[in-house]
């Protein structure tokens, strides 16, 4: 029995809604690794600033000028840091994939299949 060269007329729809799975799979996971690597990000940001205010605390109290505001240098850190931190978080968020793409392509499919559409 000889095999066509051609795909079918229902291979192509099949693929495309396999490709949009995986894809979606594909997103998710770098989705996942960015907010793993932005929870790295936060919690090096507490720990170092913890240490950075230590240091100024200390220092200022070595000094006894705990009560100038001047003498809080640590604050231009904390400032700094935390817009690069919430300019990385807002990006991660803006750049997640869609919510139910994935599921969306699939309800689709069963539903032709069913002949519901």
């Known amino acids: 029995m ?3 060269l051609h795909p079918s007329a229902s291979e ?6 396999a490709a949009s799975v995986i894809d979606g ?3 998710d996971a770098t989705h996942a690794e960015q907010r793993r690597v932005w929870h790295v990000h936060a919690a090096v940001f507490a720990v170092t600033m ?12 070595a000094a ?10 640590s604050i231009w850190a ?14 991660v ?6 919510p139910f793409a994935a599921s969306a392509a699939d309800r689709t499919v ?8």
């Open 2 to 4: 000889p095999t066509s």
């Open 12 to 17: 192509p729809a099949a693929s495309t809604a």
């Open 25 to 27: 799979r594909a997103a």
């Open 50 to 61: 913890l240490a950075i205010g230590a240091v100024n605390l200390m220092t200022n109290l």
């Open 64 to 73: 006894g000028i705990t009560g100038e505001w001047s003498a809080w240098w």
């Open 78 to 91: 904390l400032i700094g840091w935390s817009l690069g931190l919430a300019i990385h978080g807002l990006v």
């Open 93 to 98: 968020r803006l750049a997640r994939p869609e």
């Open 110 to 117: 069963d539903e032709c299949a069913a002949g519901q559409r």
